[in-house]
């Protein structure tokens, strides 16, 4: 008596394909989303994260007038990255926190900004008003 056998069928699927084509999706959705979320013009609301300032943070605040303070002590525009780095030189992780007015221009404020960072400090925080 001749029995046949039967071949075991070998049925795996080839992921590699599926998962070369999802990636190059995945790629092209996060570059086409960048490219559209820098276009959108924004009113920025108020906020409440839940969170306070960190304790031992240097507090930089810019007034309507645009006169800058740390810690509530006046500073001139051209000893703010001095003193900022004094204080930073200790711990760089130190947090800042900078204060603005409301009614300041985006470019005076990100002035302010890239100053904080050039004098070193690694953690900015932007502080803003908690909703009512």
Known sequence: MD??????????I?????????????????LSMSFIASAVTL??????AG???PSESIVVSIDAQQ??????ELVARPDLRDRLAGMLRNDARRPVVLRADRSLAYEKILDVLVVIQQAG??????????RE
């Open 43 to 48: 009113s920025l609301p108020r906020a409440s």
């Open 14 to 30: 080839d992921m590699t394909p599926m998962i070369d084509t999802l990636l190059q999706l995945f790629v092209t959705f996060l």
């Open 121 to 130: 400090s690694t953690q900015v925080h932007l502080a803003y008003q908690e």
């Open 3 to 12: 029995f046949q056998r039967r071949r075991r069928i070998d049925a795996n």
């Open 67 to 72: 006169q800058l303070s740390i810690n509530r």
């Open 51 to 53: 969170k306070s300032a």
